[in-house]
């Protein structure tokens, strides 16, 4: 289930963040914690190999005493966090065999695709889209463990390009993103993870009619919750928890999806091609066989749209 919240949000806020009170929005610290904590605490093979994003957030030695990072309650989640991020970078692999030089991530949040798939670096060019407070935060962090890392210090990769959009003031983000160097006549891979949920279904639909506008050949990836009615006993209590979570941090979920209408609203954007991935695919793809017997929670499933 997509960047599930606690039901008592406490203080997130990295260590070292940018001046001016800049910084990740809860959520996306969460999810770069689960990431790493996937590491610690789940049996190899490991799904996901993140340590990045916990030195980007820069948590605190006690993170692992949060509330909301309880090894056995979010063991779903963060299976789930680990799969949707792999699947996403499975694909982006795939396109890039097949040519496709530009991958955008929309919310990227504290993603790290870019810094930690290196062999990519000179044949990708990723945009990471996300708030201006966000987005200066984490360039401030980047350049930072650049230095401490590795004695660097002369600017973001060149294959890295952060690209800020002030949505609720209402920027055109495609707009912002050609001016950012990104080629519309080129295709790219569009991923949104954990996204659509805040959105309402008007904003989401614009969003696949841009994303449908994009060069042929090019692939938008969104992940989406299901209604509560389409999921077991277990998972519908964990939806439910989540709502709660995410209502009291102020950011509630404002649309949910059964499968058909994502499908139906990505058809009537522009989309020739649509397909539903059920989470029970990635569950069967990166976890069968596991001596831990991990697995992804259910309720946030894919939807992928090719132009």
Do not use: C
Request: net charge negative.
């Amino acid at each position: 289930m997509a960047d599930q919240q606690t039901e008592a949000p406490h203080d997130v806020t990295p260590h070292n963040s940018a001046p001016h009170g800049a910084a990740p929005d809860s959520t996306a610290v969460r999810v770069a914690l689960w990431r790493a904590l996937h590491l610690e605490v789940d049996q190899p093979p490991h799904v996901l190999a993140d340590e990045v994003g916990l030195r980007l957030a820069a948590p605190g030695g006690d993170w692992r005493a949060r509330p909301d990072m309880d090894p056995r309650f979010t063991r779903g989640f963060r299976a789930s966090i680990v799969a949707r991020a792999r699947f996403l970078e499975d694909l982006v692999a795939e396109r890039v065999e097949q040519g496709v030089d530009q991958y955008v991530i929309l919310g990227a949040g504290l993603d790290t695709f870019a810094q930690r798939r290196l062999e990519f670096a000179d044949r990708l060019t990723v945009f990471e889209i996300d708030q201006p407070g966000t987005q200066a935060w984490k360039r401030d962090r980047l350049l930072d463990l650049d230095r401490h890392i590795t004695g660097g210090g002369g600017g973001l990769p060149s294959h890295l390009r952060l690209v800020p959009v002030d949505f609720e003031a209402g920027d055109d983000w495609l707009a912002r993103l050609s001016a950012a160097g990104f080629d519309a006549g080129r295709p790219a891979v569009v991923a949104a993870a954990g996204v659509t949920m805040y959105l309402t279904r008007d904003a989401t639909a614009d969003m696949l009619r841009r994303l449908a506008s994009l060069a042929p050949g090019s692939t938008a990836a969104l992940t989406f919750l299901l209604p509560a009615d389409l999921l077991g006993d277990a998972d519908r209590a964990g939806l439910e928890t989540s709502s709660r979570g995410a209502q009291a941090s102020g950011t509630p979920f404002v649309s949910l999806y059964a499968p058909g209408e994502i499908l139906a609203l990505a058809r009537a954007a522009g989309f020739p091609d649509v397909r539903h991935v059920p989470s029970g695919t990635l569950a069967d793809r990166y976890f069968t066989g596991r001596p831990d017997g991990l697995r992804p929670s259910t309720g946030e499933d894919l939807l992928l749209a090719s132009t």
